[in-house]
C-alpha cells in the first residue's frame, strides 16, 4: 500500500460517525414551533460538520443561493418552501432519512399554521 503524503484528505464524508453512546443528532420530529424547528436545522448544519453556506449551496446542486441559506439559518420564520429546507439539509450532507424527517416536521408546522390539521402538535418522539 503506498504511503499517503502528509496533509492529503483521504475522504469526503456527509457526516461524521459518532462512536459514543448517546447520538446528539438534532431530531426535528421533536420540535413543536417554528423557532424549534430552525434552531434544529442550524444545529443540523453544525451536527453534520459545519459546511459554509456556499459549500451548502454547491453540495445541493445549486438549489438555493449561499445568501438564501444564511438568511434561512438565522431565521426564526418557517421557510414557506419546503423546497429550502430539503436543500439545506441535502447540502449540508444528510441522508435521505434526515431529509423526510425535516420534511414531516415541516409540513406539520406549515400546515399547523394554515390550520389545516385537525389535531394539535404534539411530539413525535419522547
Known amino acids: 500500500m503506498a504511503a499517503v503524503p502528509p496533509g492529503a484528505f483521504l475522504a469526503t464524508v456527509s457526516a461524521f460517525i459518532d462512536s459514543g453512546p448517546l447520538d446528539p443528532r438534532p431530531d426535528p420530529l421533536m420540535a413543536l414551533t417554528d423557532q424549534e424547528f430552525m434552531e434544529c436545522l442550524a444545529q443540523f448544519r453544525i451536527y453534520a460538520g459545519n459546511r459554509s453556506t456556499r459549500q451548502i449551496s454547491e453540495y445541493c446542486g ?5 445568501s438564501t441559506v444564511g438568511n434561512v439559518l438565522r431565521s426564526d420564520t418557517l421557510p414557506d418552501r419546503l423546497e429550502v429546507v430539503d436543500a439545506i ?6 441522508s435521505d432519512d434526515d431529509r423526510a424527517d425535516f420534511a414531516h416536521a415541516w409540513r406539520r408546522l406549515y400546515m399547523s399554521q394554515l390550520g389545516r390539521t385537525r389535531t394539535d402538535i404534539t411530539r413525535i418522539r419522547d
Do not use: A, K
Open 89 to 94: 439539509v441535502l447540502g449540508s450532507g444528510g
Open 62 to 66: 445549486g438549489m438555493i443561493s449561499s
